[in-house]
């Protein structure tokens, strides 16, 4: 027969060993669920610092690049005529004009700095056979033979105000619906084979898909079209007297580009003269 101490002892010691098993099941049974959540957690958290934002400023950096480059031209029709609509077309179209004028002048400086260079790198080569190609002259890669006088011709500026004169003039100051439409504001046509006459677009004259390509191509244009030559050896032969390039003295150097020959310049001159001083602000 068992003593009421014994039991009492036995009693004790099999409720310390219910306790510690019960103990071990709940702690096997939460465990892993607690680790569980804290990996998808951390999951979750990896993702949102990570994935998310980069998404976001990819999203923003092809909406900024595409505003920017396909930039068409605002209803300026919305300002009243006179002052206000001028200043908001040269705030328009200034910009492009500047920026054209000088990627140009860097190509000119570079062009004469190695004008009398023997050596050229490979990518002093590649840079001068773009060139080239951009303007539309002839060169075999050879650079002992390098077409230098037509070089000189060619890469050179359009004055800043004369090409926002003739913008002006053949634009209506930006509302003229080839100008809202086609982005051109040179009134520049198009050849039936390079017409591109989609939805809304005037035919017959050239579509741009930004102000800047506009200005880009009647730059362009200028400065390598045979029409044109003669505007270009004027350009030339004050370069070689040392006299600056301006709007006042190329404008009647400009022969060909209408029908209306020189009262088509003096037009464009007295144009300029009576808005020099907008110009001169932006």
């Given at each position: 027969?068992?003593?009421?101490?014994?039991?009492?002892?036995?009693?004790?010691?099999?409720?310390?060993?219910?306790?510690?098993?019960?103990?071990?099941?709940?702690?096997?049974k939460h465990e892993p669920k607690s680790h569980k959540a804290h990996?998808?957690?951390?999951?979750?958290?990896?993702?949102?610092?990570?994935?998310?934002?980069?998404?976001?400023l990819a999203s923003s950096k092809k909406e900024?690049?595409?505003?920017?480059?396909?930039?068409s031209l605002p209803d300026l029709r919305k300002?009243?005529?006179?002052?206000?609509?001028?200043?908001?077309f040269l705030r328009t179209v200034m910009p492009y004009i500047?920026?054209?004028?000088?990627?140009?002048?860097?190509?000119?400086?570079?062009?004469?700095?190695?004008q009398y260079e023997k050596r050229w790198s490979?990518?002093?080569?590649?840079?001068?056979?773009?060139?080239?190609?951009?303007?539309?002259?002839?060169?075999?890669?050879?650079?002992?033979?390098?077409?230098?006088n037509q070089l000189m011709e060619k890469v050179d500026i359009i004055p800043t105000?004369?090409?926002?004169?003739?913008?002006?003039?053949?634009s209506g100051w930006g509302t003229s619906k080839l100008a809202r439409s086609n982005n051109n504001l040179f009134g520049m046509k198009c050849s039936k084979r390079h017409c591109n006459n989609g939805s809304g677009k005037v035919k017959g004259y050239q579509h741009f898909d930004s102000v800047k390509e506009g200005v880009n191509a009647y730059v362009v244009n200028l400065n390598t079209h045979p029409a044109y030559k003669s505007f270009r050896k004027s350009r030339a032969q004050l370069r070689k007297a040392d006299q600056e390039v301006t709007a006042s003295n190329m404008i009647h150097k400009l022969k060909g580009y209408s029908t209306r020959g020189n009262s088509y310049?003096?037009?464009?001159?007295?144009?300029?003269?009576?808005?020099?001083?907008?110009m001169a602000a932006n």
């Open positions: 027969m068992i003593s009421t101490p014994i039991r009492r002892f036995g009693a004790a010691i099999l409720m310390l060993l219910t306790f510690s098993f019960s103990t071990g099941v709940i702690a096997s990996t998808v957690k951390a999951k979750s958290t990896k993702i949102h610092s990570t994935k998310t934002p980069s998404k976001k900024y690049s595409r505003n920017s480059e396909l930039a300002y009243p005529s006179g002052t206000p609509r001028k200043k908001a500047t920026s054209q004028n000088a990627a140009i002048t860097a190509d000119r400086n570079w062009l004469v700095s190695k490979p990518s002093e080569r590649t840079r001068l056979k773009s060139i080239t190609q951009r303007y539309k002259i002839a060169w075999n890669g050879n650079t002992n033979r390098v077409p230098w105000n004369m090409v926002a004169t003739m913008a002006a003039a053949e310049n003096n037009y464009l001159f007295a144009m300029y003269q009576s808005n020099q001083r907008l």
